[in-house]
């Protein structure tokens, strides 16, 4: 809370400082700029939304940046790296930066990739009480997307029969945090792959 009370103040004080706050899950920033109790409350924001980038223009990006580094990385690399990562820009500017201090290959990063993913998934399952949110993520990576058999595994699994409420507080959650879209597919490639092992 004491850099939000930083922030605050000088969102007040000076004029001519911007701040700017990222993140991949908007809820988490709204959490923050639209409760009352904190100090960053009422401060006028302007939102950016990125998108996936579409199949050349992820190219595009790996190679400029590759080429004003000076690296050479195969076509091939690329072309794979674009198809694996779906054109999320924060996927592929975390392989363009390992890639470039040299930490390996495209499957070398990936697995470094996918476990920082599984570490930021096991923090947002650490403020979760229910086991059943594991239950959920293993059931989408298993390709169950349908509502009544995510519940028929949820009550599989727990041998007991429960509320529609409570599949919806999971799902909700997943969606709130860009974990799922509104069809229970994964967003993220990479979140997915990460989901199958916790």
């Keep these: 809370m004491m850099l939000h009370n930083a922030i605050a103040y000088s969102y007040d004080y000076y004029r001519n400082l911007s701040f ?15 409760n009352t109790e904190n100090p960053l409350y009422g401060r006028a924001f302007i939102e950016i939304r990125t998108r996936k980038l579409r199949k050349g223009k992820a190219v595009n990006l790996l190679e400029m940046g590759f080429k004003e580094v000076g690296r050479d990385v195969s076509q091939r690399e690329i072309d794979i790296v674009v198809e694996e990562l779906d054109g999320i820009i ?9 890639r470039v201090s040299g930490k390996g290959d ?16 096991e923090n947002f399952l650490k403020g979760r009480v229910s086991r059943r949110y594991r239950l959920v993520l293993r059931l989408l990576t298993e390709g169950v997307k349908e509502w009544s058999l995510l519940k028929r595994g949820l009550e599989k699994a727990e041998g007991k029969e429960l509320s529609d409420r409570v599949l919806y507080e999971i799902l909700q959650q997943l969606k709130a945090h860009s974990i799922i879209d509104e069809e229970n597919n994964f967003t993220d490639p990479i979140i997915k792959e990460a989901s199958k092992s916790i």
Excluded: H, P, Q
């Design 20 to 34: 700017i706050l990222t993140g991949s899950e908007m809820c988490v920033l709204y959490d923050i700029l639209r």
């Design 90 to 98: 924060g996927w592929l500017t975390y392989y363009g930066y390992l």
């Design 106 to 121: 495209f499957e070398e990063i990936k697995r470094e990739t996918v476990e920082l993913a599984k570490a930021e998934l």
